[in-house]
């Protein structure tokens, strides 16, 4: 009890001491003779900040007073500059691919590597090289991602970054599994899984764990897959991982599901779609919505099972999430043929199938393909409409 107490008295004071450290760092900034001055209290601004929009500006501003340095005349102060510039790409690079401009995330991130690897900065440069290994991708370039991934396990490797190496191997477990390689997929998860034990990496930790959980949900081992979210889920709640608890209640909706238990499903997808919404995590919404419409298929709530993959394909779309959009052309034309609207369902099942086969999704093509087959073989004839 009195550690509850202590924990409630003491909050309003962490609350106010760091109110106090952003206002001062306001002054130095407003009272800066120097740029080097103003760009070292953003950066500071930077790592306090928790909301995106005020985020965004300091590295609006940091960027526009790094670009105007870059020429400078002292080589010592122009490699600051280059690496305030680089961080502040990097940074509005992230935001760029969360909203959707995965265009402008790659052109930003590309143009930060090149400025960290000419600084010779590889501790910066690994992370840069995973964005750009995810924002290829989710846009179904398999081939680039998995060389971005690569370098950067390397490099990771190289400065003996553990974390790091956690990170790569889970990105890269990520794309064979995505491929089909099951094997070679669980082999790099329990690498990532057995670092980040030893390192004591919650975060990681718990993101392996959701991912581990995945694979046995797809082989229909539930009892494991199930394991593995519940412990994801509880790493994450202790360390107020609200990203992650997004994740993993979406994951725990989707082995209800499996188990025919759509009520207990569409409890935890709406919960994962709620968190989510609070956080403003746009691609974690459209992944619920998508998972929601197709619970309420199962339940036979058609109108709103087309309802909420309409909405998760409009954010795909927006976003350019390529895998999402063909999962949702997917799972409409599937309500589609439910409701006998043969000639728009079959539409979208190419459309789908199109796509998978672009991006090189082998699962993605396996769905599609089926669901083709509900058209052309038995359940629902073409000519009908």
């Keep these: 009890m009195r550690l509850i107490l202590c924990i409630i008295f003491l909050f309003p004071f962490v609350l106010s001491a760091q109110n106090k450290t952003v206002d001062s760092l306001?002054?130095?900034?407003?009272?800066?003779?120097?740029?080097?001055?103003?760009?070292?209290?953003?950066?500071?601004?930077?790592?306090?900040?928790?909301?995106?929009?005020?985020?965004?500006?300091?590295?609006?501003?940091?960027?526009k007073i790094a670009e105007k340095n870059v020429s400078h005349s002292d080589l010592k102060t122009q490699k600051l500059f280059l690496r305030f510039l680089a961080d502040a790409l990097y940074n509005i690079a992230y935001l760029d691919d969360e909203y959707g401009n995965s265009k402008e995330a790659l052109n930003k991130n590309l143009r930060a590597l090149k400025i960290y690897e000419a600084l010779n900065r590889k501790k910066d440069m690994c992370p840069t090289l995973n964005s750009i290994g995810s924002i290829y991708s989710r846009a179904g370039n398999i081939d680039k991602a998995l060389e971005f991934y690569e370098q950067a396990l390397k490099i990771s490797r190289e400065i003996e970054d553990d974390k790091a190496v956690s990170y790569c191997l889970n990105n890269i477990a990520y794309i064979y599994d995505s491929q089909g390689?099951?094997?070679?997929?669980?082999?790099?998860?329990y690498k990532a899984l057995k670092t980040n034990e030893q390192n004591r990496d919650s975060i990681s930790l718990a993101t392996v764990l959701s991912n581990i959980g995945m694979i046995y949900k797809t082989q229909g081992d539930v009892p494991k897959a199930l394991e593995n979210f519940e412990r994801a889920i509880?790493?994450?709640k202790l360390i107020n991982d609200k990203r992650g608890m997004g994740v993993s209640l979406n994951n725990i909706g989707l082995v209800y599901s499996i188990r025919g238990d759509n009520d207990k499903s569409l409890f935890y997808n709406l919960e994962a779609l709620k968190i989510r919404q609070e956080i403003n995590d746009v691609r974690g919404i459209a992944g619920s919505l998508g998972n929601i419409g197709a619970v309420y298929k199962n339940m036979g709530d058609l109108p709103k099972a087309l309802d909420n993959l309409k909405q998760s394909l409009v954010i795909r779309e927006k976003i350019k999430d390529q895998r999402g959009i063909a999962l949702c052309l997917n799972g409409m034309a599937n309500?589609?043929?439910?409701?006998?609207?043969?000639?728009?369902?079959?539409?979208l099942a190419k459309r789908s199938f199109k796509l998978s086969n672009e991006i090189n999704q082998p699962d993605l093509v396996q769905k599609s393909a089926q669901t083709l087959k509900t058209f052309t073989k038995g359940k629902v004839s073409i000519s009908k409409h």
């Design 26 to 63: 306001k002054l130095v900034f407003k009272n800066a003779k120097h740029d080097t001055t103003k760009c070292n209290a953003l950066e500071y601004l930077i790592s306090l900040e928790e909301e995106n929009e005020p985020w965004l500006a300091y590295n609006i501003e940091l960027k």
């Design 181 to 189: 390689f099951v094997a070679k997929a669980i082999d790099y998860y």
């Design 234 to 236: 509880t790493i994450q």
């Design 335 to 347: 309500v589609l043929v439910l409701q006998e609207k043969v000639s728009e369902g079959f539409s």
